[in-house]
C-alpha cells in the first residue's frame, strides 16, 4: 500500500521546489499512484482551506510565500530613488511582502500605479523581503475613479463628478466597500475593459457626503490626488523644531521691518522696509530691503520633511481651506515673520536710483524682528489719508518710503514694459457653515502692487547672484509665445477692429499697445483673455530661458519660501554659495534638480486646476437656486459641441450646448473661432454680448448650462425641443400587401 505523505511533508516539498508543485508532480514525488491520488487531493484541499496552500490553476504553493514568477504593482520611489513593488496575489495572513525591484538599463521607466509580471527570488532583509527581475510591463497604474455612489439591489454604480464626463461604473455587490447611497467614494478599476457593457469597479475608498459644508475642496483634494495628510515622521521634524539664533547671522532686529498681507492670512513669507540712500552718487535712490522667512535652516535636505515638501511641490488654498506644503508648526509658526517675535531671514538690501533701476544688492543670513503685521487694505487707507491707531505711528519713518520707493519703480516699470493684463480676480465669500453667500471682484491697490514689485526685484536679485556665483538653481522661466497662438490672438484682434502687427519680433510692449487700445472699448476683458490664452505656461528649469511676461532676462523664485519649494532651492542655493552652514544644496539636489523642476511644475499646475475646480462647484452651488433666472455675459470660448458663456455678476462660466442653437445647422471653425448658421449666416463669434437663461446647475461636477436668449442684443429663435408624445402609426398598407403575397404562395407538399 502506497504511503501517503504527512501534511507537513508536502508542505515541506512545495517550499524545497517552488517550480513543481502540480498535484502530479507532488504525486510523483512521493511515489503515489492510482487510487491513492484521491487521497492525495483530499490533503490537498484541506490545507488550501487551512489557509497552508493557495492553488494557482493546477500548482499549488505555500500562502504565506510568493510563487517565483508574480504579477507586481510598483509604488513610489523611497527617498534614496530606490523603486519598490508589492504582490497583487498575496493571500497570506502577514505583513505584505515588500519587493525590491532590480531594474536592467535596457528595461523601460516605471511608475507609481504601474503593474509588471516579475521573477521573484527570496531575500529578506531589513526593507523588503525579496528581490524581482522584470519580465514585461503588463498595465499600468489602474484607472481611479471619484464620483457618487448609487445603490443598486445587487452592488451599485458610481456616476462621475467630472464635468462633461457620463461614463458610468459598475460596482460588484462584494466591492461596495461599506458605501450607502449619495456618497462621495473612490473606487478603481476591477478586472479587464470589456467590450460591451459598462466597466466594473471596486470601492477604495469612503470620502462622505458630497453635499456637506466644506465638501467641495475635499472632492478637488482626491481628484487630483492632493497629499493633505503629513506622515508621522514628517510631524514629528516640525514638533520637534526649535527657533533659530542669532549666531552665525547678522542681527537685523533694529531693521524696522514690516509684513504686508491678506487680512486673513495665516502665514508670513517676505517683509519688508525702505530707507533713502545717503550715498550722495545716488541721490533721490533708495535701499529697500526685502526679508525673506529662512525655511532652509528647518528644512534640511533628503529629511523626511524636506520629501513631504518635494512630493507637494507648493501649498494649494482653496475658499474654505488651504493644504500647505509645510506643518503647520513651520508654516504657520516657526517660519512665519509674525509681529513682534524673532524669526530667521535671508535677506537682500537692494540700492535703486531716483528712477527705479537696481544698481546693486546684497544678501544676507539673519535674524529679524518685524514691527508690524499690517494688510493690504489698511495700508492703503494709511496712504490715502485715513490711517488707524496701528499705522499712524508707521506714516514717517516706513509707509511714505515705502511708496516713494514704488514710484521711483513704477518708473522703471514702464522702460521694461512687462505684460499689463487686467482680469478681474473673483473671491468666493463663504459662511459659517461653508455656504456661499456672495461672489466679489477683488479690487486692486496700489499696496499690492508695491509688494509685488518689491518680490520682483528680490527674485531677480537672486537669480543674478547665483548666476555670478555660477551656482546650481531653479529659474522661473515663460517661453514666448507660440506662433499660432498668435494667430489665433490678431484674429480675434482684428474681429474687434484692433490690431497687433505682424513681422517683428515680438515683445510684450507689442502686446500692451493692444491692450491699451482695447482699454476703453468693450472688448475689453475679450482682449485680455484672449492675450492670456496666447501665453506659454510658465514652469521651472534649470536652464536659464528668460521671463517673457515679466521681460526680463533672468529670473528665480525666492520669496515665498514657506508654500513654494522652488524658493527653498533658491534659498538652499544662496546658503552654498555664500558659505552660510551645511544646509545649503545637497549633492542630491543637485544632481536630481531637472527631476524637481518638472515635479513642482506638475504639481503647480495640479493645484491650479483644483482650485479652478473648486471655484467652478462653489459657483455652481451659489447658481443652483437660481434655475430660469436670465443674466447677462459674454462669449469666452467656442467648440464643436457648444458655446462658453462667461457671466457678468459671478464670473462663471455656462455652457450652451450646440443642439441648443436654434433649428439650423452651425458650422464651426477652429481657425477663426466662430460658428456659422448654414440657413441664417448667423455668426457667434468670441466677445459678443448674450443674455442667457439659466438651465441647470450640478454642484457636484460644477457644471452649468445656459440657454442663449439674444446675440448681440438680437433674440435667437429656440432650439429644438424634446416632447413626449404618442409614437407615429406606421402605415398599414406595406404589411397588408406582404401578408397577401404570402398568401398566394403555392405549398409544396411531399409525395
Known amino acids: 500500500m502506497t504511503q501517503i505523505p504527512s501534511k507537513s511533508e508536502i508542505l515541506a516539498f512545495i517550499a524545497d521546489n517552488p517550480t513543481q508543485t502540480a498535484k502530479r508532480d507532488i504525486a510523483r514525488a512521493f511515489g503515489i499512484k492510482g487510487a491513492a491520488r484521491i487521497d492525495l487531493k483530499r490533503i490537498l484541499k484541506e490545507l488550501e482551506e487551512a489557509g497552508k496552500l493557495t492553488k494557482r490553476r493546477s500548482s499549488y504553493r505555500d500562502a504565506e510565500d510568493l510563487p517565483p514568477v508574480a504579477v507586481l504593482e510598483i509604488l513610489a520611489p523611497d527617498a534614496d530613488g530606490d523603486l519598490f513593488a508589492r504582490p497583487l496575489e498575496w493571500t497570506g495572513q502577514g505583513a505584505e511582502p515588500r519587493v525590491l525591484m532590480l531594474l536592467r538599463s535596457s528595461d523601460p521607466a516605471l511608475g507609481a500605479g504601474d503593474r509588471i509580471l516579475g521573477r521573484l527570488t527570496l531575500d529578506k532583509t531589513e526593507d523588503h523581503s525579496h528581490t524581482a527581475r522584470m519580465i514585461r510591463r503588463i498595465g499600468t497604474n489602474p484607472m481611479r475613479i471619484l464620483g457618487v455612489f448609487r445603490a443598486g439591489s445587487e452592488g451599485g454604480r458610481v456616476l462621475p463628478i467630472d464635468k462633461g464626463a457620463d461614463k458610468q461604473w459598475v460596482v460588484p455587490a462584494g466591492a461596495t466597500g461599506g458605501a450607502k447611497d449619495g456618497e462621495l467614494v473612490e473606487a478603481e478599476q476591477a478586472g479587464p475593459k470589456g467590450r460591451l457593457g459598462l466597466p466594473k469597479a471596486r470601492i477604495v475608498a469612503r470620502l462622505g457626503d458630497p453635499t456637506a459644508p466644506r465638501a467641495v475642496s475635499l472632492i478637488a483634494i482626491h481628484q487630483h490626488g492632493i497629499p493633505d495628510h503629513f506622515p508621522d515622521d514628517a510631524v514629528a521634524e516640525a514638533d520637534a523644531a526649535k527657533p533659530v539664533g542669532v549666531k552665525g547671522r547678522k542681527d537685523l532686529r533694529d531693521l524696522p521691518l514690516i509684513t504686508i498681507d491678506p487680512w486673513d492670512a495665516r502665514d508670513h513669507d517676505d517683509a519688508c522696509f525702505v530707507e533713502a540712500d545717503e550715498d550722495p552718487a545716488n541721490a533721490g535712490g533708495f535701499i529697500i530691503w526685502v526679508a525673506i522667512a529662512d525655511v532652509a535652516a528647518y528644512v534640511k535636505p533628503n529629511t523626511a520633511l524636506d520629501n513631504e515638501a518635494r512630493k507637494r511641490g507648493n501649498s494649494t488654498y482653496f475658499p474654505d481651506r488651504v493644504v500647505p506644503m509645510l506643518p503647520d508648526r513651520l508654516s504657520g509658526d516657526l517660519c512665519s515673520l509674525h509681529e513682534g517675535v524673532d524669526r530667521a531671514c535671508i535677506a537682500v538690501a537692494m540700492r535703486i536710483d531716483a528712477q527705479g533701476q537696481k544698481i546693486g544688492h546684497e544678501f544676507h543670513r539673519g535674524l529679524m524682528k518685524s514691527v508690524a503685521s499690517l494688510n493690504y487694505e489698511e495700508v492703503q ?371
Open 381 to 751: 487707507d494709511a496712504i490715502d489719508g485715513q490711517p488707524n491707531d496701528k499705522t499712524a505711528p508707521l506714516m514717517q519713518e516706513i509707509i511714505r518710503p515705502i511708496y516713494a520707493a514704488y514710484a521711483a519703480l513704477v518708473k522703471a516699470r514702464a522702460l521694461r514694459q512687462p505684460l499689463e493684463l487686467d482680469l478681474p480676480e473673483r473671491q468666493i465669500i463663504l459662511n459659517d457653515d461653508g455656504k456661499v453667500t456672495s461672489v466679489q471682484f477683488k479690487e486692486r491697490l496700489d499696496a499690492h502692487r508695491l509688494i509685488e514689485e518689491f518680490m520682483v526685484l528680490a527674485n531677480v536679485a537672486a537669480a543674478e547672484t547665483l548666476i555670478a556665483k555660477k551656482s546650481p538653481l531653479l529659474f522661473r522661466v515663460h517661453e514666448e509665445p507660440n506662433p499660432d497662438k498668435l494667430d489665433a490672438l490678431r484674429d480675434v484682434a482684428q474681429a474687434s477692429g484692433l490690431v497687433l502687427a505682424k513681422g517683428q519680433v515680438l515683445k510684450t510692449a507689442h502686446l500692451n499697445r493692444l491692450l491699451v487700445a482695447a482699454r476703453e472699448t468693450e472688448q475689453s476683458e475679450l482682449i485680455n483673455m484672449a492675450t492670456l490664452r496666447s501665453m506659454t505656461q510658465a514652469y521651472y528649469s534649470p536652464d536659464n530661458l528668460g521671463h517673457f511676461g515679466l521681460a526680463l532676462r533672468s529670473y528665480a523664485h525666492f520669496t515665498s519660501p514657506i508654500r513654494r519649494y522652488s524658493d527653498l532651492i533658491v534659498h538652499r542655493a544662496l546658503i552654498a554659495a555664500h558659505g552660510w552652514g551645511k544646509d545649503g544644496l545637497s549633492p542630491w539636489d543637485i544632481e536630481n534638480l531637472s527631476d524637481t523642476a518638472q515635479k513642482i511644475s506638475d504639481t503647480e499646475r495640479r493645484s491650479m486646476a483644483a482650485e479652478r475646480d473648486t471655484t467652478d462647484r462653489y459657483l455652481a452651488a451659489f447658481l443652483s437656486d437660481r434655475i430660469g433666472v436670465e443674466m447677462g455675459g459674454r462669449i469666452s470660448g467656442i467648440a464643436k459641441f457648444g458655446v462658453f458663456v462667461k457671466l457678468d455678476e459671478t464670473g462663471a462660466d455656462g455652457m450652451i450646448p450646440i443642439r441648443t442653437l436654434g433649428r439650423e445647422y452651425f458650422h464651426y471653425d477652429a481657425d477663426s473661432q466662430t460658428l456659422m448658421g448654414s440657413d441664417s449666416g448667423t455668426l457667434i463669434r468670441l466677445g459678443q454680448r448674450v443674455t442667457v437663461k439659466l438651465i441647470e446647475a450640478a454642484p457636484v461636477t460644477g457644471g452649468l448650462i445656459v440657454e442663449l436668449l439674444t446675440l448681440d442684443e438680437r433674440n435667437m429663435p429656440r432650439g429644438p425641443t424634446v416632447t413626449r408624445g404618442k409614437p407615429v402609426r406606421r402605415k398599414q398598407a406595406g404589411a397588408k400587401a406582404k401578408a397577401a403575397k404570402i398568401a398566394r404562395k403555392v405549398k409544396r407538399s411531399r409525395m
